[in-house]
C-alpha cells in the first residue's frame, strides 16, 4: 500500500499545488487518506475541500476516481488540476462520445492521475467492469450528502454507488461534503460502506461573513439587488433565482448597471463554460444562477451572496452563501424572502412528491423483465409531470430499478416498506421547509443559528458580531430607527405580560399568538407591529424567542414561536428604562427618519381597508362556505358563532386565503390554541374553494 510521511505530504503541496502549509486539519486528512483509511470529511465551503482528495490521489500514485454531481463542478476541477500540469479526464453527458471514448482508453493504458466522471455513469453497462479491469488507487465523492434521502439534494444513483464500489475496492473512499447534518453524516457511512473511517467534522462558522435576512416582496427584490450591488466593492457578486425565467429576467435588468450573465442548466455547454470562464476572469461581475442547479465555481474574491428567494432548506442556503468570502475577507450575503416564497416550497413539494397511490399504481405495473417507462406511462395512462416524479420517487426508495436505456423492472422491496420510507422523506422535506423558515423569521444570531443547526451545540451560543442581528446598525438591506413613544410603551406592556409580577425567573413564556390576543385583542396592534415589536426587543437582549411546538390531532406537528423573557427583560418590566432599541423598518413602515406617532391610526386604516375590500365571486364563495363552518363549529360547542372566530378575522382569512398552519398563524385573531383546534379544517375549507 502506498505511504507517505508528513514531509513528503508538504513537499507535493509547495511542488505541485503551491502551498508553503497546510490549512487547518488539512494535514491530518491528506495523512488519513494517503495511509488508505476510508474517510468522511465535513467540511465548509471554501475551506479546502477538494486538497483533501487531490494530493492523497497524487501521494498513492495512480488513477483516482472523483464521482462528482455536477458537470459544472468536475470542469471547473478538471480544469485547473490541468493547468497544474496533471493528466486529468473526464465523462459526463456534455461531452460527445468519441471523446468519452478515448478517455476510456486513456484510463485502461495508466495515462490518468484524475478521472472524473458522474454517478449515472454506471448505468451504462459494461462501464464499472471497465475500471475493475484497472482498479483506481483512490476514490473520492464529492457532494456526498447526495447519497442521503434525509439531505437537501439527494440522488438516487448515489445511493446505488455502493455497490459499485466494492468491485474497486480496496482503494480507499473519501467521502466529502460541506452540508452535513449529523444524521446525515451517519447516513453517509452506512450507505457507502465506509471501513472504520477517519471521520473529519470541521467548523460550519464563518467569521467573515455578515448574514442578512430582509422580509420584501417579490416585486421590490431585483431594486433591492440593484442597490445592493451598486457599489463596486460589493462585487463580484452571485444572485440565486428560484427559476431559470427569474434568472434571465433578473440578469437582463441588472446588465444595465454593471456586467451580468445568467448561468443555468438550460443553457448550451459552450454559454455556460463562457460565462463561468468570464466571470472567473473578472470581465463579468455578476452572474444570475438558479438555486436548483449549483454552480460549481470556485472563485475566491466572491463579495456577495444575494437570494431572491428562499431555498428550499437551511443546508441549501448554507451551501450557497458559502461561496462568498472563500479568501477569507469580509463578506455579505442578504437572503430576501417572504411569506410567499413559504406558498411556493410547498407547491414544489407537492408536484415532486406525488401521493402515494400514484407511486403504488407504478410499483403494481412493474414486472421483474424490463419495460420501457414510456411504454408504462401509456399504459397507466398518466401524464408525463405526473409519471416522471413518482417513478423517480420509486427508485429512489429502491421499489425499482432503471437502466441507461430507460427500461424499468421491479424489485423485491415490499410495498409497506417504500411507503412508511416515502412519508417519512416526504415529512423530513416539510420539515425542511419549516426549519428554513425558522431561519428566516428567527430572532438571533444567524451564524449562531447555522452552527446550531449542523449539530454544533458547543458554538451556538456565540454571537457573530456581523450579522443583521448582531449589528444592525451595519445592515446593507434594511434600516433601524428609535422607536417611538407609543411604541416604547407598547413594548414595555409586552414586557410585563410576559413577567407577570414575577421577579426572579426562570421565565416560561408565552407563545406570540397567544400574547397578541390578551394583548391586544381588540386589534389596536395588528400581528406583524408586534412582531416587529418582539424582534426589537430580543435584539436588545430584552427577551429571547424561541422555536416550539404542540402535536395537533391526527399526530401533525405544529410549530409556533414562544417569547421567554430574560434577566434584562424582568428588570426592564419593572420600570427600569429600555436602551439599544432598534427598531427595524418593514416594507409598509414610513421612510427612515420620520415618526411613527400615527401607528394606530395607520393599524386603524389598514383594517377599515380590509373590510371594505371587495371581494372576487371566488372570495364570496369562500365568505359563504367559512360561514357555513363557523356556523357548524359555534353549535357543536353551543356558542356565538363570535365565539369561534370574528367577522374581521374570518374576512382576513376570505382575503389572505391561508394555505398552511403557518399562514394561519400570522392572521389577527388566531393563536395556537386555535389552531390546534381548527387550523386543518379551516386550511381544507380554504383550499376547496382556492
Known amino acids: 500500500m502506498p505511504t507517505a510521511t508528513t514531509p ?7 511542488s505541485t499545488f503551491g502551498f508553503r502549509e497546510f490549512r487547518a486539519s488539512q494535514q491530518a486528512v491528506c495523512e488519513a487518506a494517503t495511509a488508505g483509511r476510508d474517510v468522511l470529511l465535513v467540511m465548509p465551503t471554501g475551506a479546502g475541500k477538494s486538497l483533501c482528495y487531490q494530493l492523497p490521489a497524487l501521494a498513492r500514485g495512480g488513477t483516482a476516481l472523483v464521482i462528482s454531481p455536477l458537470i459544472a463542478l468536475m470542469d471547473d476541477q478538471a480544469q485547473k488540476l490541468t493547468s497544474l500540469g496533471l493528466q486529468v479526464g473526464r465523462i459526463h453527458s456534455g461531452l460527445d462520445r468519441d471523446s468519452s471514448r478515448q478517455v476510456c482508453r486513456d484510463y485502461l493504458d495508466g495515462k490518468l492521475q484524475f478521472l472524473f466522471i458522474a454517478p449515472e455513469r454506471f448505468r451504462v453497462p459494461g462501464f464499472g467492469p471497465m475500471l475493475a479491469k484497472r482498479p483506481p488507487t483512490l476514490i473520492a465523492i464529492d457532494e456526498a450528502h447526495c447519497i442521503s434521502q434525509w439531505g437537501h439534494d439527494f440522488r438516487p444513483d448515489y445511493r446505488n454507488l455502493a455497490a459499485h464500489l466494492q468491485a474497486l475496492r480496496p482503494a480507499p473512499v473519501i467521502a466529502l461534503t460541506a452540508t452535513a447534518t449529523p444524521q446525515v453524516q451517519r447516513d453517509i457511512v452506512s450507505e457507502l460502506a465506509l471501513h472504520n473511517p477517519a471521520q473529519f467534522i470541521q467548523g460550519f462558522r464563518r467569521t467573515n461573513l455578515a448574514v442578512e435576512v430582509v422580509e420584501v416582496s417579490k416585486p421590490r427584490r431585483t431594486e433591492m439587488a440593484r442597490k445592493l450591488l451598486r457599489d463596486g466593492a460589493a462585487r463580484p457578486a452571485i444572485i440565486y433565482a428560484p427559476s431559470r425565467k427569474d434568472a434571465e429576467t433578473i440578469a437582463t435588468e441588472l446588465n444595465q448597471d454593471f456586467p451580468t450573465a445568467t448561468y443555468h442548466a438550460g443553457l448550451d455547454s459552450g454559454t455556460r463554460e463562457r460565462v463561468q470562464r468570464t466571470f472567473q476572469t473578472g470581465e463579468l461581475e455578476v452572474v444570475v444562477a438558479t438555486i436548483a442547479f449549483g454552480m460549481g465555481i470556485d472563485k475566491a474574491d466572491v463579495r456577495t451572496v444575494l437570494h431572491m428567494a428562499m431555498p428550499a432548506s437551511v443546508e441549501s442556503f448554507y451551501q450557497e452563501i458559502g461561496r462568498a468570502g472563500r479568501d477569507g475577507k469580509p463578506s455579505r450575503t442578504v437572503l430576501m424572502y417572504s411569506f410567499a416564497d413559504r406558498r411556493m416550497h410547498d407547491f414544489f413539494l407537492e408536484r415532486d412528491y406525488p401521493p402515494t397511490d400514484t407511486l403504488a399504481r407504478i410499483a403494481a405495473a412493474l414486472r421483474p ?11 397507466l395512462k398518466l401524464d408525463l409531470d405526473v409519471f416522471g416524479p413518482a417513478l423517480d420517487k420509486l427508485l429512489a426508495q429502491g421499489a425499482a430499478q432503471i437502466d441507461m436505456g430507460n427500461n424499468v423492472t421491479r424489485t423485491e422491496q415490499t410495498g409497506a416498506a417504500w411507503r412508511r420510507s416515502y412519508d417519512a422523506q416526504v415529512s423530513f422535506r416539510r ?17 449562531a443559528a447555522l452552527v446550531r443547526h449542523f449539530g454544533d451545540v458547543s458554538d451556538a451560543q456565540r454571537p457573530c458580531g ?42 416560561s413564556g408565552k407563545s406570540t399568538g397567544k400574547l397578541h390576543t390578551e394583548l391586544f385583542p381588540s386589534g389596536e396592534v395588528d400581528r406583524k407591529e408586534l412582531d416587529t415589536l418582539l424582534d426589537t426587543l430580543a435584539r436588545a437582549g430584552y ?39 432598534q427598531m427595524r423598518d418593514t416594507e409598509d413602515t414610513e421612510p427612515r427618519g420620520r415618526t411613527r406617532d400615527r401607528s394606530k391610526e395607520a393599524s386603524a386604516r389598514k383594517k377599515a381597508a380590509a373590510d371594505e375590500t371587495p371581494l372576487t365571486a371566488e372570495q364570496k364563495a369562500l365568505d359563504a362556505a367559512l360561514r357555513a363552518w363557523r356556523s357548524t363549529e359555534a353549535k357543536q360547542l353551543g356558542k356565538p358563532a363570535f365565539v369561534v372566530f370574528g367577522d374581521r378575522t374570518l374576512r382576513q382569512i376570505v382575503l389572505d386565503a391561508p394555505s398552511t398552519l403557518q399562514e394561519l398563524e400570522t392572521i389577527s385573531g388566531i393563536g395556537p390554541a386555535k389552531i390546534e383546534r381548527w387550523g386543518d379544517s379551516l386550511c381544507q375549507v380554504v383550499a376547496a374553494h382556492v
Do not use: K, W
Open 431 to 447: 420539515g425542511q421547509i419549516d426549519a428554513m423558515m425558522r431561519l428566516a423569521t428567527g430572532a438571533e444570531c444567524r451564524m
Open 8 to 14: 513528503d505530504l508538504l513537499q507535493l503541496l509547495h
Open 543 to 581: 427577551l429571547t424567542l424561541e422555536s416550539a411546538s404542540f402535536t395537533a390531532e391526527g399526530g401533525r406537528e405544529i410549530g409556533y414561536r414562544r417569547a421567554v423573557l430574560t434577566h434584562e427583560g424582568n428588570e426592564a418590566a419593572d420600570g427600569e428604562p429600555l436602551a439599544n432599541l
Open 466 to 507: 456581523r450579522c443583521d442581528f448582531c449589528s444592525p446598525e451595519q445592515s446593507s438591506a434594511q434600516s433601524f430607527r428609535q422607536p417611538t413613544t407609543d411604541e416604547l410603551a407598547t413594548m414595555q406592556r409586552i414586557l410585563r405580560s410576559l413577567s407577570g409580577g414575577s421577579h426572579s425567573g426562570p421565565f
Open 369 to 379: 423483465d424490463p419495460v420501457h417507462a414510456d411504454d408504462l406511462r401509456i399504459a
